[in-house]
């Protein structure tokens, strides 16, 4: 039997590249997912991966739906937080429910649901907690001060998760992917994309396999020895 890995925003996007990668390794994945049910049917009659719907903003609502994950596939041994939005606006134009909506999905979500899984882990002795942030939150982004907070605010949690559980052989990581070829950027105009494209070294966008691959790596047991880390995964766009 494989470790049992819990992947949240998991049937779409990088998350759902996340899912599919960490199934081929040979993981029992559970993908969450917030809202649209079309796609996680999809996903789930593609891939036979079980999913299973709550809002990762709601503290309740994660308790209960990892008792639904860990009743029907198992303790949860892998936690991705991968869930996130954004809700975009100049920072004197933003309204308190675009800030706090981001706060909620993107940073709340991973206390949310960390949280009723990290005891187990410390009691077994084992536990991969992989943090996704993002490119914007090591540098920063016009018009996205919600989002970039809620990013940032994930690496320094992720480095004190790490202190504080490495002796009971769990690992807390973030990977900051770039620039992915995903929904976030489909409304991008052509324009907007060939600056974006012009800022990376390498000359194009990422992929959710890119991202997915190092998950993957991360999650490994042979990975014990990697906590407290942001993987920097952005062709050369920003180097820290």
Known sequence: MGRVALVTGGTRGIGGAISKALNKAGYNVAAN????????????????????????????????????????????????????????????????????EVIRTDLDSVFNMTRPVING???????????????NGQKGQLGLSNYCAAKAGMIG????????????????????????ATDLLAGVSEEVMKSIVGQIPVGRLGQPDDVARCVTFLAADEAGWITGSTLTINGGAFMD
Not at 81 to 91: K, L, T, V
Request: aromatic fraction near 8%.
């Open 33 to 100: 997912y917030g809202g649209n049910d079309d796609a996680a049917n999809t996903f789930k009659k593609e891939t036979k991966i079980p999913v299973f719907k709550w809002n990762v903003g709601d503290h309740v609502a994660c308790e209960q739906g990892i008792i639904s994950v860990e009743n029907e596939v198992g303790p949860v041994e892998v936690l991705v937080n991968n869930a996130g939005i954004s809700r975009d606006a100049m920072f004197q134009k933003m309204s308190h429910e675009q800030w706090s």
């Open 121 to 135: 882990m410390r009691e077994r002795n084992f536990g991969r907690v992989i943090n996704i942030s993002s490119i």
């Open 157 to 180: 949690l992720t480095r004190a998760l790490a202190l504080e559980n490495a002796r009971k052989g769990v690992t807390v990581n973030a990977i900051a992917p770039g620039y992915v």
